[in-house]
């Protein structure tokens, strides 16, 4: 999608700018009038010379200044004067002029670094989830329209594909082994393993009684005649299977059972190997190859995104519906820690001015380029009327200062003159 579109539609001119122009426009005219009024009447009274030097030096001032301001955008009256209908004519220095602005005063990673430092995000972010309500709304509510409008707006099966090869990517980059046995140190450190062990060992005790016959039916199988003959086969699966229940049952309530104990240590050194055993940090890495590439595991990536779609678009169409509920609780009690732990707050600007920086160094000269070929690529009378209707109406107070300043120079000429 492209976010800087050639603009061809014209706009029209905002109500301020067409007011201002009437009344500079309006203002040179009664100079006009009010200049041929005194002239008339000169020889009436002294004080109409003094009216008339101001008139006609009104009139030059004002006439000068619409002639300097028309000439920034257009040709005076339509005649090709030189050095006239400056922007259009410096359209691609324009574009080149402030794109080296935003590259040597907003995207110099140092630049960025300094003027990132003096930014406490994370509080401002804090205080807005806590109190989103805050003010009269209309920033959330433009922020929620607009996040709304790119999230339709973009096609999703080219940013879900992005967002599944970004994910895919940082998990092949992750070095998951070491990760998984500090957590299972960390577990066992604090007992939380526990749950898990008595989860396998009930998970064990389902298993065997539900496999009972398939038991008896290999005991059966593997036993001689005579033990057949003898019932004996029966007898032992019978053995067999009760001391396995046994077992299980006295694992699942003795916290010191032996076999616990085995158990713990086969953790433990699980743990050890996930962190130090290059073999084992192999295998686990190729098992996570394997997983990411599994066509389930991409069609559940695909899901995910869909679904994380959907809830930001509920959430940006709605923003109160959206924070409601558990959701509203966990966003507030957010913002609140945000406000409150002061170790968080600059781990998190830390990570923004990092993040900053980094976009900075990396996309600097790309956003810059991009900034320049756009302006490149607009048409002169569209970037013409964009900055006419930004500055266009500042423009129109120098005109009517350049009338009365124009005309309170003529009254001090004309004074000078009847002194001397």
Do not use: C
């Not at 020889?43 to 920034?72: C, I, K, Y």
């Not at 359209?91 to 080296?100: M, P, Q, S, Y």
């Not at 019932?231 to 229940?245: C, F, P, S, V």
């Not at 940006?316 to 519906?321: E, F, G």
């Amino acid at each position: 999608m492209n976010l800087f579109p050639r603009f061809v539609r014209p706009e029209p001119p905002p109500p301020g700018l067409v007011r201002m122009r009437l009344i500079a426009t309006g203002l040179l005219i009664a100079m006009a009038l009010i200049y041929l009024a005194a002239r008339s009447m000169a020889g009436v009274n002294p004080a109409f010379g003094f009216l008339r030097a101001f008139a006609e030096a009104a009139m030059v001032g004002g006439l000068a200044d619409w002639f300097a301001v028309t000439a920034l955008f257009r040709h005076p009256l339509g005649l090709p004067i030189p050095h006239t209908a400056i922007v259009p004519r410096n359209k691609n220095r324009i574009g080149d002029a402030l794109a080296a602005f935003l590259r040597d005063n907003f995207l110099v990673p140092g630049v960025v670094a300094r003027r990132m430092r003096q930014l406490d995000i994370a509080s401002a972010a804090g205080r807005w989830l806590a109190s989103p309500s805050g003010g009269d709304g209309r920033m959330r509510r433009g922020a929620s329209r607009l996040a709304a409008d790119l999230l339709e707006a973009f096609d999703q099966k080219r940013l879900g594909g992005m967002v599944k090869s970004t994910i895919g990517q940082r998990l092949r980059t992750l070095d998951i082994a070491p990760l998984l046995g500090q957590a299972l140190d960390a577990a066992m450190a604090k007992d939380r393993h526990l749950p898990l062990l008595n989860g396998i060992i009930r998970w064990a005790g389902r298993t065997l009684s539900a496999n009972e016959p398939m038991i008896r039916a290999m005991v059966h199988e593997r036993a001689g005649s005579i033990m057949r003959w003898t019932g004996l086969d029966e007898t032992l699966a019978n053995k067999i299977i009760d001391g396995l229940d046994q077992m299980l049952a006295d694992m699942a309530e003795d916290p010191g059972h032996p076999l616990r104990a085995k158990a713990e240590e086969g953790l433990a050194r699980l743990a050890f190997d996930l962190q130090f055993d290059d073999q084992v940090r192999a295998r686990v890495e190729l098992l996570k190859l394997e997983l990411i590439d599994n066509p389930a595991m991409q069609n559940w990536l695909d899901g995910l995104w869909e679904s994380a779609r959907q809830s930001m678009l509920r959430i940006a169409r709605d923003p109160d519906a959206g924070r409601s509920g558990r959701l509203g609780e966990a966003l507030n009690q957010l913002g609140t820690t945000l406000q409150e732990d002061a170790r968080l707050q600059a781990t998190i600007n830390r990570f923004v001015r990092r993040a900053a920086v980094g976009t900075a160094a990396d996309y600097g000269d790309g956003i810059v380029r991009l900034v320049s070929e756009t302006v490149h690529g607009w048409d002169a009378q569209t970037i013409t009327r964009r900055l006419e209707n930004a500055v266009g109406q500042d423009l129109q107070y120098i005109r009517i200062n350049g009338t009365i300043v124009g005309g309170l120079v003529g009254v001090a000429i004309h004074a000078i003159d009847l002194l001397l």
